[in-house]
């Protein structure tokens, strides 16, 4: 009779050519957390112990920028959905991130490696991009519209600075930061671009809509 060892449940499968580099977890970026957060969902039960707010670590791609999370941000893990998280008190700057969770940096309740290989993802952070497009335009100012003066909304309804209203400050953030547009990552090299002529809106304009 064949002895099923424990051990071989916690091995990474293979799955060929579909085989994640991080079997064991999966990160995303809540904007519409009660503050701007980044999660880890595993598939084994966390050791809380083994987690500390220094194991994210947090790229601005755009600026070369190396975030603190140590001192930046704020971990905690939720045992029921197997979710850590890392929250940021504070807006994080607009850029292209990429986050990282080292493959010996947490262990699951076993005391192993709670994930197979290091684990990272890419998300990018716009504030005012209420609908996540990449830009802040009309669209965006309407859904701030929609939401004036209202209260227990989230990022995707206007409050963009997470105090739970959508108000002046919303949309003096949606002001500084009308037209603009955060570009993807460039993975390779691209053909030169022709260049655009700059939109004549203001944030006068935008203002002015609201008013």
Same mark, same amino acid.
């Given at each position: 009779?064949?002895?099923?060892?424990?051990?071989?449940?916690?091995? +990474?499968?293979?799955?060929?050519?579909?085989?994640?580099?991080? +079997?064991?977890?999966? /990160?995303?970026?809540?904007?519409?957390? +009660?503050?701007?957060?980044?999660?880890?969902?595993?598939?084994?039960?966390?050791?809380?112990?083994?987690?500390?707010?220094?194991?994210?670590?947090?790229?601005?791609?755009?600026?070369?920028?190396?975030?603190?999370?140590?001192?930046?941000?704020?971990?905690?893990?939720?045992?029921?959905?197997?979710?850590?998280?890392?929250?940021?008190?504070?807006?994080?700057?607009? /850029?292209?991130?990429?986050?990282?969770?080292?493959?010996?940096?947490?262990?699951?309740?076993?005391?192993?490696?709670?994930? /197979?290989?290091?684990?990272?993802?890419?998300?990018?952070?716009?504030?005012?991009?209420?609908?996540?497009?990449?830009?802040?335009?009309?669209?965006?100012?309407?859904?701030?519209?929609?939401?004036?003066? /209202?209260?227990?909304?989230?990022?995707?309804?206007?409050?963009?600075?997470?105090?739970?209203?959508?108000?002046?400050?919303?949309?003096?953030?949606?002001?500084?930061?009308?037209?603009?547009?955060?570009?993807?990552?460039?993975?390779?090299?691209? +053909?030169?671009?022709?260049?655009?002529?700059?939109?004549?809106?203001?944030?006068?304009?935008?203002?002015?809509?609201?008013?």
């Amino acid at each position: 009779m064949d002895v099923l060892n424990f051990g071989d449940l916690l091995k +990474p499968v293979d799955m060929g050519a579909y085989e994640r580099s991080a +079997p064991f977890g999966d /990160g995303a970026f809540r904007f519409d957390s +009660p503050s701007p957060s980044v999660s880890v969902t595993f598939c084994l039960g966390l050791n809380p112990a083994s987690l500390s707010a220094s194991d994210l670590v947090l790229t601005n791609l755009s600026t070369g920028q190396l975030i603190d999370s140590a001192a930046a941000a704020v971990a905690s893990y939720d045992a029921t959905s197997r979710t850590a998280s890392w929250s940021f008190p504070a807006l994080l700057p607009d /850029g292209n991130y990429r986050a990282s969770l080292g493959a010996g940096s947490v262990n699951n309740t076993f005391g192993q490696s709670a994930l /197979g290989a290091d684990l990272t993802f890419d998300f990018f952070v716009l504030a005012a991009d209420a609908n996540r497009d990449r830009k802040v335009d009309i669209n965006d100012l309407a859904i701030l519209a929609a939401n004036w003066n /209202g209260s227990g909304k989230v990022f995707s309804q206007g409050d963009f600075n997470y105090d739970g209203r959508v108000d002046a400050i919303d949309l003096g953030i949606l002001s500084t930061r009308w037209q603009q547009v955060m570009s993807a990552p460039i993975a390779a090299a691209q +053909p030169i671009a022709l260049a655009t002529r700059t939109p004549a809106r203001s944030a006068t304009r935008v203002i002015s809509l609201i008013t």
